[in-house]
């Protein structure tokens, strides 16, 4: 967080903070008051969607506003002047691979009808590709095929972002280009073979900055020291 405040001060304004799932490691409401206590010292608004190892019940109660009291799923959409901002849960209670339930997809069909001459950023944990690490994708993503079909149907320019594979990768679903974003804790090896380990590394990670300006701009910012700064 030292590391995030030390960028803040080069980056200029920032709009809002999306953490895009896995908050905490067992979903415990400890560890979201934890997580509160630490990102509001930023002081930016920040919005926050489920991943596998988040308990919604537990979010429900730690974070006001997340959605309607009726609905289970956390679901949200953003409105800025210049851009929307569309959270989707992937959830599957219990487990670690993830589903765009019918409530999602129909959500986010609806939410890109809307203002169809904004862009929209679409934040979600579980990528909607396959990764090429083998132990990942076996806990991938059910219902990419119908979100592609939405997005192609849809007049917006669309980015997706999205958390889970601890690693950043590009990809492409429906005609928009899709970011992970690495991980602030730790990393995956990028090891493509069948029998690759599973396991992950103490990298330090980093996060990303995500800006529109008549067209997306996505920039990775490392959370490892620079080391000193050689003129030229």
């Known amino acids: ?19 895009t799932g896995d908050i905490t490691d067992h979903g415990d409401v400890e560890s979201y008051e934890a997580f509160k206590s630490v990102i509001r010292r930023l002081g930016i608004p920040y919005f926050v969607i489920p991943g596998n190892h988040d308990l ?5 109660h730690c974070f006001e506003n997340l959605t309607p009291a009726t609905s ?10 210049d851009l929307d901002i569309i959270g989707l849960d992937t959830v599957i209670p219990g ?3 993830g589903r765009l339930s019918p409530a999602a997809l129909a959500f986010l069909e609806h939410a890109l009808t809307r203002h169809p001459d904004k862009p929209a950023l679409i934040a979600m944990h579980h990528p909607p590709f396959a990764s090429g690490i083998q132990f990942m994708d076996t806990i991938g993503l059910e ?9 192609e149907k ?8 999205c958390g889970h594979l601890h690693n950043s990768i590009v990809s ?3 005609g928009a280009t899709v970011l992970s974003s690495p991980a602030t804790a730790s990393s995956f090896l990028t090891d493509h073979r069948s029998d690759a380990p599973v396991g992950f590394t ?26 000193p700064l050689y003129p030229f």
Not at 143 to 151: K, T
């Open 72 to 81: 289970e799923e956390i679901n949200w959409v953003k409105h800025f002047p």
């Open 95 to 97: 487990q670690g691979g």
């Open 1 to 19: 967080m030292t590391k995030i405040e030390q960028d803040l001060e080069k980056l200029g304004h920032v709009d809002a903070i999306i953490v």
């Open 56 to 60: 919604r019940s537990s979010m429900h």
């Open 154 to 161: 849809s007049p917006r320019e669309v980015r997706i972002i």
């Open 202 to 227: 103490q990298d330090p990670g980093g996060y990303m900055l995500h800006e529109w300006n008549k067209g997306f701009r996505s920039t990775y910012l490392p959370l490892a020291s620079s080391g």
């Open 143 to 151: 219902g990419a095929d119908e979100m592609a079909e939405i997005l």
């Open 172 to 174: 492409t679903i429906g």
